[in-house]
């Protein structure tokens, strides 16, 4: 199980709840997982949203493993100029 | 996954760090170079966009009948000319050409394509459009009224708990922080809280949007333009054309400067419109005007920001609230304003509320950390009060509250790594810190964060029988990444820099790259290059082996040549990569390298900025005496590039200080789209920028590369006001500090006093 916490505006599209725990072992599954637990946020997950495993931040990697301890935040997508 | 997770970034170089010449230089400076609008094909049209005299009208009809009869007409689009869309491309396809309503002054409504500039001139002109003009609204307070005229119909803000039912101009609500706010300021002994606002700024890249378009009757088409990312201008163009991915190739052009602006489409989808309704190649190139009018300026913002801290120096708690416009549309940097705000600093309580809102005004673009140096801009600027209060040193005060490895930032997650406390170090102990100020002169210090990113990357690399190579890349180069990537081949390889010729090829030649933006290139095209030539290294060696007989894994590669790895090998003479390729048709065929992936941990960027500036209390002309930059860039592959960055967005960012504004008139139209009344500075107005290149590895890159683009301009908006308050003893609620603002302050000063 990880815990996988979300941050900024998703919050709110998910009842305002903010931590949620999930079995999984990379992004994909994290995000298939919350979109299970709370299918309001399924859209804005395959629009595409940051994932931050232990401080770095994810835009694109299904694959990435994650660790029953890793610090996971779920952050809008983000892009740079 | 971290790029080379089994190892620790490369500490030892031979190339990268090196000054070499950069390969683009005689090109840029003789004129050889093929910029946007340099590209012609036989038969060519030219291209020209009717665009909306109105700040917020409907468009009851175009009735382009009149020009259509023009001789030299042979084409006019319209709306029509493209299916409408309610996916991830509706908004661009509504900026790329109004529909029901024109949104801001400049919004295109329709386009001709004529034998020459002056018929497509005059065939504009005899297009009628009847417009019923709407009440509109520039400013971002006043769009948040309740009163306010609803630019887009149905908008309802996202990011609100229970939804809104109501339609309204603010898109998207964010919210970020942690901890206990009120309990923090409970425990503040000085409180700071000030209200802020900044006008638009433009990217102010010397080239105009420039492409040439030529779509054939079997529904191929090719397409030159100025772009960041001409896999981006491929995939939105071909969608809104309807054409298969495969059938637009896009070269991107040498580009005169993009810094965020060029990283979506404006006039491409125009250009190929009218190119395949004519028959014939089409050639549209952006006036002055027109940029200004019509691509993406930044967002305008109204901020507030607060800050408390104990008497010791500890920030107890900050909070703010951000409220940017991005235009007609949504999609404003708020989100990165909210996040980067505070991000220099580690604390304990902290709550960041922002809004994206629309205005009608052109949809804004990513402009170098977009979002952030608006943001840094408040939040520094009350630093630099609450520092004074609390009478601490500027930088001992942001030391003291300094983000660290550890620190949790605002949006979230842990910093790892981080270079900020060295960045601060570095200022401080640097003679500039320390030299005396007259009177009517000012020192300001500011600080900045940007993310970084990385993504999508595709990458070959091509040996040639000679032993010379080819690098292709798919990232266009916008600061100097070609010679970047070249160094780092060359690295790997160990040649000489000069035996790399890095080339940005078209959409057709390479698989999918994301556009060059982000602070992205250096880090995600590098870590491909390395990694492509690895993968050709591998194959030398492999050729290398089978000429000697021996295993493939018994020979390595060392300074340019493969040997035989130990005594057990074998004793043979190393052979050159010049000698295995000049064989490689006996030994196997072509050799080449390649790497594709999606590249992550960009590693975030940290910058402190320290600034003098003079201030003529008789104008209020503000004179920028020195400049010095202290950022973490990880390895800084070519230092002079690097510096060039720093020194780049620092320009950059003392023209939006200081200078520049979008102006807009009570009618909503753009007051000043040029460089005569939109004032960017010129070489003239700035000193030698010192720069102290910090070099903290990113353990996601090979060589530990971080983006240094976009953390430079975040800094400067703060470090100059702090500079003339420091000087003069006025602060401004808003930038630019421009002479009549900066005079009318200190005469209000004066005569204040004198009251």
Known sequence: MVQVRIGGPLASMAGGLTRFELEASNIREILTGLGEACPRLKPVLEQGVTVAIDGELYRNAWFQPVKPDSEIYILPRMAGG | MPLDAADRPKTSFKQVGTRPLRPDGIDKVTGRARFGADANAPGMLIGKILRSP????????????????????????????????????????????????????????????????????????????????????????????????????????????????KASNVAERYEFGHGDVKAGFAQAEVVVEREFKTEATHQGYIEPHACLANVGSDGTGELWVCTQGHYMVRDNCARLLGMDLSKLRVTASEIGGGFGGKTTVFIEPVALALSRKAGRPVKLVMTRDEVFLATGPTSST?????????????????????????????????????????????????????????????????????????????????????????????????RRNAAKQGTKAVYGPTFGPIGFVETLDAVKNHPNYKKPLSKNQGRGIASGFWFNFGGQTCVSLNIGTDGTVNLALGTPDIGGSRASMAMMAAEELGIPYDQVRAVVTDTSSLGYNDVTDGSRVTFAAGAATIHAARDAVRKLCARAARTWGIPEDAVVWENGHAKPAGANAGNHKPLSLKEISGSAGSTGGPIAGHHEFNAENAGPSFATHVVDVEVDPETGRTTVLRYLIAQDAGKAVHPSYVEGQFQGGAAQGVGWALNEEYVYGKDGRLQNAGFLDYRIPVASDMPMIDTIILEVPNPGHPYGVRGVGETSIVPPLAAVANAVSDAVGVRLSSVPYSPPKVLKALNGRMKAAAE
């Open chain 2, 302 to 398: 109204s901020m507030m920001v607060k800050i408390g801290a104990k008497k010791d120096g500890t920030i107890a708690a900050a909070e703010a609230l951000f409220k940017y416009q991005g235009g007609a549309f949504p999609g404003s940097p708020a989100q990165f304003g909210a996040m980067t705000a505070f991000a220099c600093y580690d604390l304990k309580n902290v709550k960041v509320i922002a809004y994206d809102v629309l205005c009608n005004r052109p949809k804004q673009a990513a402009y170098r950390a977009p979002g952030a140096p608006m943001a840094a801009f408040a939040v520094e600027s009350v630093m630099a009060e609450l520092g004074a209060k609390l009478g601490l040193d500027p930088i001992d005060f942001r």
């Open chain 2, 54 to 165: 109105h700040a917020h009208a409907r468009i009851r009809k175009i009735d382009a009948s009149k020009a259509l009869a023009l001789p030299g007409v042979k084409a006019v689009v319209t709306k029509d000319d493209f299916a409408p869309r309610d996916d991830d491309l509706a908004d661009v396809l509504v900026n790329v050409m109004a529909r029901d309503k024109a949104l801001y002054h400049g919004h295109a409504v329709a386009a001709v394509a004529a034998t020459s500039v002056q018929v497509a001139r005059k065939a504009l002109a005899l297009i009628a459009v009847d417009y019923e003009v709407l009440p509109h609204v520039t400013d971002v307070d006043e769009a948040m009224k309740p009163n306010a005229p609803v630019i887009r119909d149905g908008l309802i803000t996202k990011g609100v708990d229970p939804a809104l039912t």
